[in-house]
C-alpha cells in the first residue's frame, strides 16, 4: 500500500490543477463572463473566445462542454466545430508540452524510482486510449493529459489520439448547440452539457481503478 501512496499523490496533485483556480477566483471568472456576454458579440469574437477560453481548459475550471455548446448555437456546426477543436486541442498540447518538459523533476520529488518506473509502464500500456477515454470528462481530462506528459508519452502517440478525440467532442457539442438554439431549448441543453460529463466522470473514477487493477492482476497458473 505505502508504494502507492506517492502515485498517488501525483495523481491528486494533477487533479488539483484545474479546481484550485475556481476555488479562488469562481466569482470573478464568473462575472467577467457575465458581462463579455453583454451585449452579444460578434461571430468572429465568439469564435476567437471560444479558441481563447477552450486553449486554458488545462489550467483553469473551463466548463468546456458549455462553451462549445455555446458556439454551437452561435456560430452554427461548421464554425463552433472548428473553434472548439482547436482551443481543445491547443489547450491539450500546451499542457502536455509543459508537463513533458518540465513535469519530470516535479514528479521525481515526490516519487521514487521504481513509482515512476511504474507510471511510465501504465502511460505506456494505456496513454492513448487514457486519451480518448477521458476527454469528454471534466477534471480527469486535464489530469490525464498532465499526468501524461510527465510519463514523456511519445507525441506521436499523444497528438492522434487527442486530436480525434476532441474533434469528436466538438461536432457532438456544436450540434448540440445548434439544434437547441433552433427549438428553443438551448438552457436545458446548457445544463445537460454539464451535468452528463460530470456524471460520467464520477462513474469513470470507479470504474477505471477497479479494471486496471483485473487487468494487471496476475493470472492463476494451473497446478502442474
Known amino acids: 500500500m505505502r508504494d502507492l501512496l506517492r502515485p498517488l499523490l501525483i495523481v491528486c496533485l494533477a487533479l488539483l490543477v484545474p479546481i484550485v483556480p475556481f476555488v479562488f477566483l469562481g466569482d470573478e471568472i464568473e462575472g467577467r463572463v457575465a458581462a463579455w456576454l453583454d451585449p452579444p ?13 477552450l486553449s486554458t481548459d488545462v489550467f483553469l475550471p473551463v466548463p468546456s462542454s458549455a462553451v462549445s455548446t455555446v458556439a454551437g448555437a452561435q456560430l ?26 518540465f ?35 471534466p477534471v480527469l481530462a486535464e489530469a490525464s493529459v498532465l499526468l501524461l506528459g510527465a510519463t514523456q508519452m511519445a507525441w506521436r502517440r499523444f497528438l492522434p489520439a487527442v486530436m480525434l478525440s476532441n474533434l469528436g467532442i466538438a461536432v457532438v457539442y456544436a450540434v448540440l448547440g445548434h439544434f437547441a438554439r433552433s427549438q428553443g431549448e438551448l438552457p ?17 473514477r470507479w470504474l477505471w481503478p477497479a479494471r486496471v487493477k483485473g487487468e494487471n492482476a496476475p493470472s492463476a497458473v494451473p497446478p502442474g
Open 41 to 53: 458579440p460578434s461571430p468572429v469574437v465568439v469564435a476567437l473566445g471560444t479558441v481563447a477560453i
Open 76 to 101: 452554427g456546426i461548421a464554425g463552433a466545430t472548428l473553434a472548439s477543436w482547436l482551443g481543445l486541442t491547443l489547450g491539450a498540447v500546451i499542457g502536455f508540452a509543459l508537463t513533458r518538459f
Open 188 to 204: 436545458l441543453a446548457l445544463a445537460a452539457s454539464i451535468a452528463l460529463p460530470v456524471l460520467a466522470a464520477t462513474m469513470a
Open 103 to 137: 513535469g519530470r523533476p516535479v514528479a521525481e520529488r515526490f516519487a521514487s524510482r521504481d513509482d515512476l518506473a511504474r507510471l511510465d509502464r501504465v502511460g505506456q500500456r494505456y496513454g492513448a486510449r487514457m486519451v480518448v477515454v477521458t476527454r469528454a470528462l
